[in-house]
């Protein structure tokens, strides 16, 4: 199998924002920085952000200041030397008014990402990650103790045992699978019948299994493809919730496809015409933000 490379970064990657972990240590700076009247904040509410620039479609992150409300605030890190902070204001149930905010709707971000600037895709995506980690992690696993919130967010400390827990991110292969001039996608349950779309197979990373290991258990379970040679293409941060996409193109050994019913509704081999004429063949890719298009289109694009 060819080496084919990413012909572009995917969404959520690519942004210059600094981490700037050495000051998540410093909790005096920490409260000074959140206190200081250049700092930005990012809210989210009920997993959706504020945009603006919708009208003239050309979205980008809305950073306000400092909200006048008791929350509790994750240090993302420097963009620009300014600090940046995410709040989740989920428990208000009418945040423009409590917080003065400008009026425009909260906003599902992945209706936007394709058009976002890699800088707020990764603001967003960091944002929209940590806060759903500190939603999950209230509670101790040790001791079942309260967490609080400790070293700028990114740990949440047991109040009773005093265990240290750290942000979550699920590893996940995500794989093409070709085999001469055509490529398998599958249709998964979780898609919306109606949209009708077809993308690469995907699946978690079990415990004491490598990625590539990965990749062949998961096409022979879910459509019974051997697979062989697997090559390496690129990640992406997927923070719905909180997962790592480590996307592989893979080489398969057998055609014949055993689907396996519970999980997958279908699953095809395609041509590159097949693929080309979907409009005509009245079927879907998956969405442009997604690193599953971005490793069809560059097998397209070869």
């Known amino acids: 199998m060819d080496q084919i490379t990413p012909a572009r970064p995917n969404a959520y990657t690519g942004g210059s924002l600094d981490r700037a972990a050495h000051r998540r240590e410093d909790a005096v700076w920490i409260d000074t920085a959140i206190a200081h009247p250049d700092s930005r904040f990012v809210l989210f509410w009920q997993g959706k952000t504020l ?5 003239a479609r050309a979205p980008s992150a809305l950073l306000v200041p400092r909200p006048d409300a008791s929350l509790n605030y994750i240090f993302l890190g420097l963009q620009n030397e300014v600090p940046l902070f995410a709040a989740d204001v989920s428990g208000l149930a009418d945040p423009h008014a409590a917080l003065a905010l400008p009026e425009m709707p909260f906003t599902d971000m992945r209706q936007i990402t394709g058009t976002l600037h890699p800088d707020d895709a990764t603001i967003l ?3 929209r990650a940590m806060l759903h980690w500190h939603a999950k992690t209230k509670f101790c696993s040790v001791c079942g103790g309260a967490n609080t919130p400790t ?3 990114y740990v949440m400390q047991c109040t009773q045992c005093g265990t240290d827990h ?3 991110t699920d590893p996940a292969v995500i794989m093409l699978v070709a085999k001469d001039d055509k490529i398998l996608l599958g249709q998964s349950h979780k898609f919306p019948p109606e949209r009708n779309f077809y993308s690469t197979l995907a699946g978690f990373v079990e415990p004491g299994e490598s990625l590539e290991d ?3 258990r998961e096409v022979f379970e879910e459509v019974g493809v051997q697979v062989g040679h697997v090559r390496y293409h690129s990640s992406q941060p997927w923070p719905f919730p909180a997962s790592l996409m480590l996307g592989y193109y893979a080489e398969a050994l057998t055609e014949e496809i055993t689907l396996e019913t519970a999980e997958m509704r279908d699953a095809r081999w395609f041509k590159r015409a097949d693929i080309e004429n979907r409009a005509a ?3 879907n890719l998956p969405p442009h933000d997604s690193i599953a298009r971005r490793l069809i289109e560059d097998w397209l694009n070869r």
């Open 214 to 216: 990965a990749v062949r």
């Open 125 to 127: 995506a960091t944002a």
């Open 151 to 153: 070293r700028g967010g």
């Open 166 to 168: 750290f942000p979550r």
């Open 51 to 55: 945009i603006t620039g919708m009208e």
């Open 281 to 283: 063949l009245g079927f």
